[in-house]
């Protein structure tokens, strides 16, 4: 198993440019969650989809900030237009029950927004 | 609401013991324990429902106070590889919706 895959591993862009992240969640994991870390707040749910449908966005900071799961092995959170206070590290994680097993995080994307 | 964790921070020697805890205002169904190494993912350590015991994994284990509303997980002689941020991430319902996680510990050990 390749595990929660994410691409880019780091993105640095330009104030006002759209960005998108990809997430492909391992196989079989009904749940899919996007985080964001940063030194200041931490871990922050943004939002998660269970079985492709969005459950919970109430975690996305604003309507810059979008998320879709068109099939079970694929998502993308996008930010349009980008600021500098959307630098930080954007985790994708998957799971087959998170009740009763935990998350797996993929590595992550660093977005720098200059 | 956010669980509250302490020590904030731990620096200890290799073979030394430590304990890490969480605690939440309210009443709590689950509780996680991850850990994050510098530079990458949290990885899951263990989950602790309620009512259920214990949980145990290498020399890492952990407890589940209901009453307390707080969870403590216990690193039992350590190692240089225990180095990291531990955070708690708790639950409050049965279908996973106020799910948060804590701040994090930074645990240091040192040879």
């Known amino acids: 198993d390749a595990g929660v895959i994410q691409s880019p591993r780091h993105e640095v862009t330009e104030m006002g440019q759209e960005v998108t992240l990809r997430c492909k969640p391992i196989?079989?994991?009904?749940?899919l969650f996007w985080y964001r870390q940063t030194m200041m707040r931490g871990l922050e749910l943004l939002i998660y989809f269970n079985n492709n449908v969005p459950i919970d966005d109430s975690g996305m900071p604003e309507d810059r900030f979008s998320a879709k799961m068109p099939n079970a092995s694929f998502s993308t959170l996008k930010i349009q237009p980008s600021e500098p206070r959307d630098s930080a590290v954007y985790f994708c994680a998957s799971s087959l029950d998170f009740l009763n097993y935990g998350y797996t995080f993929g590595s992550g994307t660093r977005l720098t927004v200059v | 609401q956010q669980p509250v964790q302490s020590p904030q921070a731990v620096i200890l020697r290799e073979g030394e013991d430590a304990v890490i805890n969480c605690s939440s205002s309210k009443a709590l169904y689950s509780v996680h324990w991850y850990r994050q190494k510098h530079g990458e993912a949290p990885v899951f350590l263990m989950i602790?429902?309620?009512?259920?015991e214990q949980k145990g994994h290498e020399k890492i284990s952990a407890s589940f106070n209901e009453k307390k509303q707080q969870s403590s997980l216990y690193l039992t002689a350590s190692q240089l590889s225990y180095s990291g941020t531990y955070f708690c991430g708790t639950e409050i319902g049965i279908y996973g919706q106020n799910f948060v996680f804590g701040p994090g510990t930074r645990l240091s050990v040192l040879p």
């Open positions: 196989s079989g994991h009904d749940y």
């Open positions: 602790l429902l309620k009512g259920g």
